[in-house]
């Protein structure tokens, strides 16, 4: 959206009053002024920019004064956009031409379209611009948001992980995919094995499994109606990307839904790719993240975060293959994961980041075991499947290794969530099958807010070895509810001076599980 001065916007607004007459008066009754209904959000941020969200109660336009003080002495720029039925009155700002490296603080609300005089209450927010020299920075990720029946309980304080997120006050959070849990409806009440209740705050639109765009969106507004991911969101910028509960359960293009595994979820829609576009648009709404106009609903990215670190936003969803057997032995269609056009970009970028890190975030584990029909260990959800040379999406993920070792690039690392428990690995091509790359870690941590499950098994096609696990123990169970201290989340410093990478793996109650510190190598 336009960037525009104070003095223009404000002689803008004077010149459509005047053109329409007799404005409505700006002291007026509270109920006659747009409103913001979840908080603000902001995200993607960068050296120079980052996008500023919000949604209002009605029709009206949106509007963000800039300042580098919080108590906007000095308004430093304004961006504006329109809040329309079309988009749930959800509205996005990038704003633009920021300082490097300096607290920004935001402040949005919105005006009567028609008497432009007439504003609701502000809603403010903040973030940090990447810096443009070595100066350290640290950042949390997680995935899984309200999954497997576990909503919003404020007798138990909510979505307790992001609040501890925040007390770690990061540069920025990559929320590693499943922001919703779409294909998921809410019980008012579960039992708990020891006997107490979990009572779910619960919508319409969490009543069912969403199919239409209006439940995808009430979806996203549900995880708003807690206050300390709103909160959080005030604080910390988000970097997102989707997975699988986003849309339905281990989804993929064209899916029929027809299966045993959706129709006893009732769904009346019969075709994946559907959903997937009523899906991708409420995404796109009702978070902060860029667009592309070559390529509307695009996800994956890369977002520069000063000399320090570049992140990589991959989409592992929306251009694989079907969830088959997965033992393709030559590449093809079936046997994509990222798919060539995605893979073709990673390679471009990675070649030329000249960023001293190069964060790669992926929606699923690269060397786990995950099956599409978990009960009779048939077909892969993920990656691998078999111990073995690289097979299937293996293929892909092989000419990605290898490309990396063959062009040079230096000091990549992977984070994601999507197993719901926490680890640690380590890939080392001299216990691996396919040995052409670099060893690398992969660091696993979730979920935010839902059910707990694992530990998976290890597949050897890239030698993954597990240095560090927490997952329930068979005695507990699978699933087991927020309740219990099995969330998780991770945590990354880099140090300005000498760049080393820390890495932190936390639970629930911000207690530090295991920590690793990575040394960088000259490129």
């Known amino acids: 959206m336009p960037i525009v001065s104070r003095r223009s916007l404000l002689a803008s607004l004077g010149s459509s009053i005047a ?18 209904t979840h908080g603000v959000q902001s995200g993607d941020v960068s050296v120079d920019s980052g996008m500023v969200w919000a949604r209002a109660d009605r029709p009206s336009r949106m509007l963000v004064e800039v300042s580098t003080t ?11 956009a329109h809040a329309l039925p079309e ?8 704003l633009q031409n920021l300082p490097p490296g300096q607290d920004i603080f935001y402040r949005v ?4 379209p028609w008497f432009t005089t007439v504003m609701g209450e502000p809603v403010s927010g903040r973030f940090r611009t990447a810096p443009s020299d070595r100066r350290s920075v640290s950042f949390v990720w997680s995935g899984d948001t309200a999954g497997q029946g576990w909503g919003i309980d404020e007798s138990r304080g909510g979505m307790r992980t992001y609040a501890a997120m925040q007390k770690n006050r990061p540069d920025f959070f990559i929320h590693s995919g499943d922001t919703i849990y779409a294909d998921v409806p809410l019980q008012r009440e579960v039992r708990l094995p020891d006997g107490t209740l979990w009572t779910n705050l619960v919508t319409e639109e969490k009543s069912k499994p969403a199919e239409t765009l209006g439940e995808f969106r009430g979806n996203f507004k549900y995880n708003l109606l807690d206050r300390n991911l709103r909160a959080f969101n005030a604080e910390i910028p988000m970097f997102a990307q989707w997975d699988d509960h986003e849309v339905s359960n281990n ?23 559907v959903l997937m576009q009523r899906a ?43 969830n088959g057997e997965n033992r393709e032995a030559s590449y093809g269609p079936a046997s994509h994961l990222f798919g060539p056009q995605q893979i073709a970009w990673l390679k471009r970028e990675l070649q030329n980041s000249r960023a001293v890190w190069k964060v790669i975030a992926a929606d699923q584990p690269l060397g786990l075991i995950i099956h599409e029909d978990f009960v009779r260990k048939w077909g892969a959800e993920g990656v691998g499947l078999v111990d073995g040379p690289p097979l299937g999406r293996e293929l892909e993920l092989a000419d990605l290794l290898a490309f990396i070792r063959r062009a040079g690039v230096r000091n990549t690392v992977w984070v994601t969530a999507d197993v719901h428990y926490t680890a640690a690995h380590y890939y080392d091509p001299d216990k691996a099958v396919f040995q052409d790359f670099e060893p690398f870690w992969e660091f696993v941590s979730g979920p935010i807010h839902a059910g707990c499950f694992g530990p998976a098994g290890l597949d050897n096609t890239f030698g993954p070895q597990l240095m560090y696990v927490k997952a329930p123990p068979p005695e507990l169970g699978q699933g087991l509810s927020p309740a219990t201290s099995y969330q998780f989340f991770g945590h990354v410093a880099i140090d300005g001076a000498s760049g080393v990478m820390t890495v932190t793996l936390k639970d629930v109650d911000d207690r530090a599980l295991w920590s690793t510190r990575i040394e960088p190598k000259n490129s």
């Open 19 to 36: 053109a329409g007459g007799l404005a409505r008066p700006s002291v007026s009754r509270a109920a006659d002024r747009p409103g913001v």
């Open 70 to 80: 919080e108590s906007f002495a000095t308004i430093h720029s304004l961006g504006f």
């Open 87 to 94: 988009n749930d009155f959800a509205a996005k700002v990038l």
């Open 109 to 112: 609300r919105f005006a009567d």
């Open 251 to 273: 989804w993929w293009p064209d899916e029929d839904l027809t299966g045993e595994k959706n129709r006893r979820l009732g769904y009346r829609e019969t075709n994946a790719s």
């Open 280 to 322: 991708s648009r409420a995404f796109h709404e009702f978070l902060p993240i860029r667009s592309f106009a070559a390529e509307p609903g695009r996800i994956y990215r890369r977002i520069s975060y000063g000399p320090l670190l570049d992140v990589f936003m991959l989409d592992m969803r929306s251009y694989r293959g079907p």
